[in-house]
């Protein structure tokens, strides 16, 4: 299979490459480095990735930024911003990328444990989590050709508590690499419409 | 109590103002008619209607459009739309109603079944859904004096159905008198960050 990770130099994108890239021909993406340049913020970047990749097997999302503050701190812009990147961002992915998908491929999405379990400041990141895992179980029922998505929800990675270790406590981190399994398990099966939550 | 209801004129709205006017000082706002006038798409027109109202024990909204079209037609415009209006609508409500509400007092926001049972041509309501109830288990925790917030989803409205059956086939539809009971269990309880599914 042709698989392109959107994120792929990111501690989780770098696990998911080496999950399947023992398997698959993994094309790796992300904003600056990586073998094809896209910025999921900007609708034409991610048409041009898609126009120049032809067609894949599997698009994985590994990448999406929101901003972290108080509730009473937070503006529209701050929501919006949050929007614009993880939602939207993968939206456009999922857009832009069903026509380059081939039958019975798939879009494996990111979220994270914040849609269900908020931490203080966590208010964007939930709003947008919550929003993405719902696009995903309606957008499984519409799109064409038997072409499936799922999204992967880790809770905080291990390779990541020496920064996130205050905003986490008394969550269980998980390795990158056990993460990476339930992108296997959305690209190598057949499940569509699914949250696998790593927590 | 007093209780401010958004969205006040429409079916659900009007099943509310029934429900808890029975035991409470209930005033109405909606766009165009109602007691106090409100555009939850517009910042300035919410802090303006809190302005006029003075403290609240209770802030209900039982409004918020999001479009409706097949997964391909859908364009980011047509997200930013629902995303603007139940979602980003609902949150100026608590962002500037937060300071008029008393110690203790209430939000209670709207979603639906869309969010975990999605329709054909209902990804963007499925995504705003989801959005607003993450929003509101985040905001649960960091609102201040002992201030709650919950979110009542119900099901497609018994009085909705002429219109929307085509859409709903093998939904069993709700009375909005019995959705409205969960806007009371909310307001009148003392839960907070909760889903009220009313299916």
């Known amino acids: 299979m042709k698989v392109l990770i959107v994120g792929a130099n990111g501690t989780l994108g770098k696990a998911v490459a080496a999950e399947l890239g023992a398997r698959h021909n993994v094309v790796g993406a992300s904003r600056s480095s990586g073998d094809v340049h896209v ?13 120049e990749l032809g067609q894949v097997d599997a698009v994985i999302c590994a990448a999406g930024k929101v901003p972290f503050a108080p509730l009473a701190e937070l503006n529209e812009a701050k929501y919006l911003e949050g929007l614009q990147d993880k939602l939207l961002g993968q939206i456009r992915l ?7 998908v081939r039958d019975g491929g798939s879009f494996t999405l990111i979220t994270g444990i914040l849609t269900e379990q908020p931490i203080l400041s966590g208010a964007v990141a939930s709003t947008v989590n919550g929003a993405v895992e719902a696009f995903v ?56 419409g699914q949250v696998y939550k790593i927590w």
Chains 1, 2 share one sequence.
């Open 39 to 51: 910025d999921l913020r900007d609708a034409a970047s991610v048409e041009t990735m898609f126009r």
């Open 94 to 100: 999922v857009s832009a990328g069903t026509p380059h």
């Open 137 to 192: 179980r309606a957008a499984a029922i519409e799109l064409p050709r038997g072409i499936r998505i799922n999204v992967v929800s880790p809770t905080v990675l291990t390779e990541a508590m020496h920064a996130y270790a205050p905003y986490f406590r008394g969550f269980e981190p998980v390795s990158a690499a056990r993460a990476a399994m339930a992108f296997a398990r959305s690209v190598e099966g057949r499940q569509t």
